[in-house]
DNA sequence: AAGTGGTCTAGACCACATT
DNA sequence: ATGTGGTCTAGACCACTTC
C-alpha cells in the first residue's frame, strides 16, 4: 500500500464516519504534510484521488473542502469507488449462466475492427444470459480472440469467463471502453430475459484491454431495464 | 497552459497524426524527459492523463504502448476528451427550448437530500423540452435553490441556464455526479419527445456541483432512445 | 544485471483568493 | 501582504520485467 494511497482511505475514512462533514474545510496541504509525515506532492495525490471519487474540491487560494452530499449519497460513492464500474453490484447474490451459444467463427469486419485483428483471425462467440439469484439480468454477446485467450471451454462460459482470463491465464485487465444505449428488446431478448413485448433494455457495448494495450474482448451486454444503473463522476 | 498539458497533447496528436500506431511502444520516459525538457515527475503527469483517457497504457519494467484501437475509435476518444460527458455533442446543431414550468416552490426532501438544504429553502422547478434543430431530444426536470442562483428568469431558461450560471453569475462548476437509467416513457414524454406509446427513454439523474463543493443543481434528465449515446473509459 | 515505470522527497517558484 | 493550492525539478530508492 502507497502513502498517498493510506492518506487518501485515512481521509475518506474520516469523511464516512463524520468527522469530516459535508461542507467542512479539511486541514491544509501542509498541515496534512506534517500529520502524514509525507511532501507536498504526496498529500497532493491522495487528495487528488478523493477529487476524481468525487468527495471533495480544492480551490486555490482558499483551501480544500467536502463536498456537499447527503450521508446517503456519500456511502454510494465510496462504495462504488471500491469496486470499478457495474462489475460487483451482484457481489451477495449468486451470479450463475445460461450459455446459448459457444463457438469459433471468423472474425466479421465490426469485431476485427473493435479487436484489431487480422482478416484470417478467429474469434470466441459466445451468448449467455445470465441470472442473478435466479433472475435472468443480462445478455451477453462476446467476442475473443482465440490466439490471445487459448484453451476457453463452454464450461468456463458457464462459470466466469473473467476468473478463466484473470485466474487461469494469468492476465491482468487494464481498461475497457464502454457505450451505453438504449433500445427495444428483440423477441430473443423478451423470451431469454422475461420481458414483456414492449419493454426497453439498455444496452452497454464494450472493448475490454489487457495491461499490454491489446484488446481481447468485444461485447454487447442486453441488460433488463428493470435493474440497470450507471454510476458516474464527471470532474470538469 | 502547462508543461504537462503540451506534454500530453504533443503525444496525443502524435498518436492521431499516426506517428505513433496502435501497439507502438512509446520512447521511455527518460527520453521524453530529455525530449521536452522536464522531470520524470511531469512526463509521468503527461503520459498518466493519456492513460486516464484510454489512449495508452503503462507497464512497470516494460514500457508504454499506445493501445490497439482502430483510428476511427482512436478519434472518438480524443473527441469525447475535449468536451466532456454529453454536453458539446450537439454543438454545431442549433439548440432551442420550451418552457413547460418555471416556478419557484419549496423544496421537497428528495430534493432538500439531494442538494443538503433546509427544510424553509425553496428551490426554482423549471421542467423544460430541448430541441436540436428543430427535433425534441431532452425533457429536462430542474431544481435549483433560489438562495445560490438568484435573478434566474424565465427567459434564462428558453435559452442556456448554464451561461447564466457561468457567465452573468461568474461561477465555475466543478463537478457532476451521474446516474444513467432506463424506462419506459409515459404520457407527457411521449407527447412532447414524439415518441410512440410504448419508445422507451434514458433517464439522466445529476447533481451538479460549484467549485466550492455546493450542489447548485438537481436535474433528471429524460432522453430520446435513439440518439441518447453515453460513452466511457474505466482504467482499473 | 540492467533497465523500465512507480513512489517519495525537499525545496523553488507561480497563480489565485482573501485580508 | 499573506497564505492557499498548482507546477516543476533533481535526485533517491523501490518494484517489476526482461535479458
Known amino acids: 500500500m502507497t502513502k498517498y494511497m493510506q492518506i487518501a482511505n485515512d481521509i475518506r475514512n474520516n ?18 504534510c506534517e500529520k502524514y509525515d509525507a511532501s507536498k506532492m504526496t498529500v497532493k495525490k491522495a487528495l487528488d484521488i478523493l477529487v476524481t471519487q468525487g468527495l471533495i474540491v480544492k480551490r486555490r487560494g482558499s483551501g480544500t473542502f467536502v463536498k456537499s452530499i447527503s450521508n446517503a449519497d456519500m456511502n454510494k460513492l465510496v462504495i462504488s469507488n471500491q469496486f470499478r464500474g457495474l462489475t460487483a453490484l451482484y457481489s451477495n447474490q449468486k451470479v450463475s449462466s445460461e450459455v446459448l451459444t459457444f463457438e469459433v467463427v471468423p472474425s466479421s469486419e465490426i469485431v476485427r475492427n473493435k479487436l484489431q ?32 485467450i487459448p484453451g476457453l ?19 491482468k485487465i487494464q481498461s475497457s471502453h464502454r457505450a451505453i444505449s438504449v433500445r427495444k428488446s428483440n423477441e430473443l431478448e423478451q423470451s431469454k430475459l422475461k420481458l414483456e413485448v414492449n419493454d426497453p433494455v439498455a ?11 491489446v484488446a481481447f474482448e468485444y ?14 463522476v464527471i470532474v470538469i
Open 15 to 32: 469523511i464516512v464516519k463524520g468527522i469530516l462533514k459535508p461542507n467542512d474545510q479539511l486541514p491544509f496541504e501542509k498541515d496534512l
Open 117 to 148: 485483428l487480422e482478416n484470417e483471425d478467429f474469434v470466441y462467440n459466445i451468448l449467455r444470459v445470465r441470472y442473478v439469484d435466479g433472475a435472468p439480468t443480462v445478455m451477453e454477446h462476446m467476442y475473443m480472440p482465440i490466439a490471445l
Open 153 to 171: 471451454k463452454r464450461k468456463n462460459a458457464t462459470e466466469s469467463i473473467y476468473s478463466y482470463i484473470e485466474g487461469d491465464l494469468g492476465y
Open 203 to 213: 444496452v452497454v457495448e464494450q472493448v475490454a484491454y489487457l495491461e499490454n494495450g
Open 219 to 232: 461485447s454487447i451486454s442486453v441488460h433488463r431495464y428493470d435493474n440497470f444503473l450507471f454510476e458516474t
